[in-house]
């Protein structure tokens, strides 16, 4: 009897945390400058290799899940777990790196934190973010479920108001980095799959009603003219009109207030005198002061004014025609080679392209932490973001264009204010079909809605060459501003051929080389000829260079790859060992030959 009332409790309490799950809301825009208790730090983990903690015996899950951080009552009771007894590991964070055991692990881990809120408010909503989780995440907060997240590279928030209390609280959150085929990457990718809380995790206070996103951007404006306009769109959390919000802008002098109407938003135009504002570039990073408040709530910002556009086969930068000088990059570390989650972690891969002489890098292929973004836009650098639609995506599946949007969706919302992003892209390296094609499209059609203020690109395939002449051919065109394509002559073709090369890009658009390259150990010398040699890779960057300078409405270059990076596809002893050894620098921070190779093209770009 005792057993049987357990059960019926158990089932109550989970189906009463099924009921209550649909807490998803928006991640607010700039979520470091809101009232937050940080939930970084030491967190329980284990493995659960077959899933026991989610599932019973014949795969239905289970009311007597980990989730519910149960302690034996009685020396009899049977609890075959208990997070306070495991290690810890440091959120964020990748699991790979933290525990050897865990190294090449894909599949479930749960983690644990506990904490304590004081002063906790009935007039006040208490939102769960974390700014990544790799892949799968449900989170559970006291024992009831908070919600479900898919995609490993986006931030996602859940309500989790009426789930705490005051004093003594835990949060557990299942983490499951199985890769399928219907995923966002899907089943194979050239990176390490980082598995874990990966970006931070806060507990936001917030008012009833609260600012969720605003935008501030310079439109467009006909040279000559002696005021700039910037747009500014603010929109609350729930539609509830007559809120008053103030505008503050203290260098251009610009105090407003404005209503928001019955939908809870805000649209309007400011004007300021052209002389007085500094426009954001590679050159001069200019970011003012931006001060919202509505109410209570107090938002600071640091924003950035440029405008980016193409005219013909030329990209402009606030009005003035720039080169790209441009390198790849992946969200990880130097020297230690793990997942990157901080500005500082950030830092050492940007002074390597800024001694590379870049003024723009691609974040591939996936958007990367909110840290990386803003210490690049502060120090200069112009970016170009992408959502993780690489090779072959299940391009049939609803499922997977819906996973697919809503990344592309919370990458936007996350990043429309930084001036430094100037290309959202959509894919990479796609083989042409009609699926594909609809999906592609259907994505731009999106990316285009939210945001106009920025270019689309996708990272295209040239398909083949006969003669000699590439001709990049893809249907995709229409829809993208920029026409980016990866090629490889040297690598997967004959360096020779680099020199006979012609390319037909018949769309007038900017073009930008988006990968090239080859790989090289670093510390390896041999014959100009012997792959894998500091020679080889450095030959290869000197014809490939020479070729590409001969490409009509050329814009910009993004060689692959910055740093040498893990990838279990790259198993080749002695010379690879579990990295893509493409990089310009390695693993360790060894400048190999092309280095200097490029370094000096970009050189004469800049003069």
Excluded at 66 to 88: G, V
Excluded at 107 to 128: A, H, M, P, Y
Excluded at 350 to 361: E, M, T, V, Y
Excluded at 426 to 439: K, M
Aim: proline share 4%.
């Amino acid at each position: 009897m005792k057993k049987t009332i357990l059960l019926l409790t158990a089932l109550l309490v989970t189906l009463s945390g099924e009921l209550s799950a649909q807490r998803e809301v928006p991640a607010p825009q700039n979520v470091y400058t809101r009232k937050s208790l940080s939930l970084n730090g030491d967190w329980n983990y284990f493995a659960d290799v077959q899933e026991q903690g989610y599932y019973d015996y014949r795969m239905n899950p289970t009311p007597w899940g980990f989730f519910l951080n149960a302690k034996p009552q009685q020396p009899s009771d049977l609890i075959e777990y208990d997070f306070d007894a495991c290690p810890t590991m440091h959120v964020p964070g990748d699991w790979n790196t933290q525990d050897e055991q865990l190294f090449l692990y894909e599949g479930t881990v749960w983690l644990k934190r506990d904490f304590d809120i004081v002063n906790l408010k009935s007039s006040e909503r208490q939102l769960l973010y974390f700014g990544a989780v790799n892949y799968e995440a449900i989170v559970y907060v006291n024992g009831k479920k908070a919600g479900r997240h898919v995609g490993g590279f986006t931030p996602f928030c859940f309500d989790v108001t009426g789930l705490v209390n005051e004093g003594k609280n835990f949060v557990i959150v299942k983490v499951d980095n199985k890769r399928h085929a219907d995923n966002v990457p899907t089943q194979i990718f050239d990176w390490w799959n980082y598995g874990g809380i990966t970006r931070d995790v806060l507990l936001l206070t917030t008012g009833e009603t609260y600012i969720e996103d605003y935008t501030l951007s310079l439109a467009p404006s006909p040279q000559g003219k002696k005021r700039r306009t910037i747009d500014f769109s603010l929109s609350l959390n729930q539609e509830k009109a007559g809120q008053e919000v103030t505008l503050s802008i203290p260098e251009l002098k610009i105090n407003q207030k404005f209503v928001t109407g019955a939908d809870g938003r805000i649209s309007s135009q400011l004007s300021t005198l052209s002389s007085k504002l500094i426009l954001w570039s590679p050159e001069t990073p200019k970011l003012y002061t931006v001060e919202i408040t509505c109410g209570d709530e107090l938002i600071r910002d640091e924003i950035g004014f440029r405008t980016i556009e193409t005219c013909g086969r030329q990209l402009l930068l606030n009005g003035k025609p720039i080169f790209l000088r441009g390198v790849c990059a992946h969200e990880e570390t130097a020297y230690t080679s793990r997942r990157c989650n901080n500005a500082s972690d950030a830092d050492t891969l940007l002074s390597w392209a800024r001694d590379l002489g870049c003024n723009f890098l691609r974040l591939a292929h996936y958007p990367h932490n909110e840290h990386a973004v803003r210490e690049a836009e502060r120090q200069g650098f112009l970016l170009w973001s992408e959502i993780p639609v690489y090779w072959t995506i299940s391009w049939q599946n609803a499922g997977t264009y819906a996973n697919a949007e809503q990344q592309l969706r919370d990458m936007i919302r996350r990043d429309h204010n930084r001036a430094a992003i100037i290309i959202w892209s959509l894919a990479n390296e796609t083989p042409h079909s009609d699926a594909r094609d609809q999906f592609l499209s259907r994505l731009a059609t999106t990316a285009r809605s939210m945001d106009s203020t920025r270019l689309i690109s996708m990272a295209m395939e040239v398909t083949g060459a006969a003669n000699y002449v590439n001709r990049l051919n893809d249907n995709m065109n229409k829809y993208v501003d920029v026409v980016s394509f990866n090629q490889y002559i040297g690598w997967y073709r004959d360096v020779n051929d680099a020199p006979k090369m012609k390319w037909e890009i018949p769309y007038e658009k900017p073009v930008i080389i988006s990968e090239f390259g080859g790989g090289a150990k670093a510390g390896l010398h041999g014959d100009k000829g012997q792959r894998w040699t500091e020679e080889f890779q450095e030959n290869l960057y000197i014809e490939n260079l020479a070729m590409l300078e001969k490409i009509e409405g050329l814009a910009g270059t993004c060689p692959w790859v910055l740093k040498d990076f893990r990838s279990p596809r790259r198993a080749l002893p002695g010379i690879q060992d579990g990295f893509n050894r493409k990089g310009l620098v390695s693993d360790q921070g060894q400048r190999k030959r092309a280095f200097y190779v490029l370094q000096g093209w970009y050189k004469k770009k800049r003069q």
